[in-house]
């Protein structure tokens, strides 16, 4: 079953605008992760945020936690044509003998340049 | 970094027969690989978790005997579809840890499959 949960489900913007993205999730959790898919390719690791952090930075890329509402938020600042992809976000919490990522089901982001 | 392959990355085949798909940590000893589907637009479900030298474990309504999981080695695990019929195309994608606690999970590019 899928734990997290993306919105927007689509986003468009131009280029060098920043883009942000929210992802839900229900249950408690060690981690969350965010992926970039481009398209029919592999899954592209962005950027991890512990249960117990609230704010991670990396390049372009800034991730909020609030364990408290379940929710996380990515924003991508000064967006570029290549930042086109879809963008999952991935909770990890250990279940029995194995830790397991859940994935939500996406986000379509597309910057125009 | 570490690098996951995948091989093949596409494949077709007929209806009713079988297709085997492997998985490879190239630079890292994995001692958990997880398989991932993926439908066109849609997120990765995860399909099966596999701990080398052990039987893989799945998720509730995967198949076992259709989708046969064989993690012999610490670098290679390997999906098998048996009897693949149309239903069964989808992008295939696995992953692996290189403990079972940790917190990266490096994904391999993907497989895609075609069933006729």
């Known amino acids: 079953s899928q734990q997290g949960e993306e919105d927007p489900q689509a986003l468009s913007i131009q280029e060098g605008e920043n883009a942000t993205m929210n992802c839900s999730y229900k249950?408690?959790?060690?981690?969350l992760q965010w992926y970039r898919q481009n398209s029919g390719r592999g899954l592209v690791h962005l950027i991890l945020i512990r249960s117990n952090e609230r704010e991670k930075h990396s390049g372009r890329l800034r991730v909020t936690l609030d364990t408290s509402k379940k929710s996380s938020s990515l924003l991508i600042t000064a967006s570029r044509a290549a930042d086109t992809a879809s963008y999952f976000c991935a909770t990890d919490r250990i279940t029995g003998a194995n830790s397991k990522l859940t994935f939500g089901k996406g986000i379509t982001l597309s910057v125009r340049p | 970094g570490a690098v996951v392959s995948q091989h093949p990355s596409r494949v077709i085949c007929k209806s009713g027969t079988s297709v085997k798909i492997e998985c490879r940590s190239l630079d890292f000893q994995a001692t958990t690989m997880f398989w991932y589907r993926q439908f066109p637009k849609q997120s990765l479900m995860l399909m099966a978790t596999?701990?080398?030298?052990?039987?893989?474990?799945?998720e509730q309504g995967v198949e076992k005997d259709k989708f046969l999981i064989n993690h012999a080695s610490l670098t290679l695990s390997t999906l098998t579809v048996t009897s693949a019929h149309p239903e069964d195309s989808s992008f295939y994608i696995c992953s692996a840890r290189i403990r079972h606690y940790q917190e990266t999970q490096y994904f391999g590019p993907g497989t895609r499959l075609l069933v006729l």
């Open positions: 249950t408690s959790i060690n981690n």
């Open positions: 596999s701990n080398e030298g052990s039987k893989a474990t799945y």
